[in-house]
């Protein structure tokens, strides 16, 4: 049986959409080069990142614009739901 996390990382894969992490690495930034550059604490990304927290809107369009990926690639609206 596939958790809801599971399915929504085979769904990213399938569709050419890119976690946060892989938006990053590709792009050499770490959690705290991309803190620093949309003005939120460390913790804050990492939980974004691995998906412990949602982002405001204004944090996931600065954090779109830091790593060059849309922001609704980022962040899709069923991974909410």
Do not use: Y
């Amino acid at each position: 049986m596939h958790n809801v996390l599971d399915m929504h990382v085979h769904h990213i894969h399938n569709t050419g959409m890119k976690t946060l992490t892989e938006a990053m690495k590709e792009r050499g930034i770490s959690d705290e080069a991309l803190a620093a550059a949309v003005g939120r604490h460390r913790s804050t990304i990492t939980k974004i990142r691995l998906r412990q927290a949602a982002p405001s809107l204004e944090t996931a369009l600065k954090i779109s614009r830091e790593v060059g990926v849309p922001v609704e690639n980022l962040f899709p609206a069923e991974a909410a739901q």
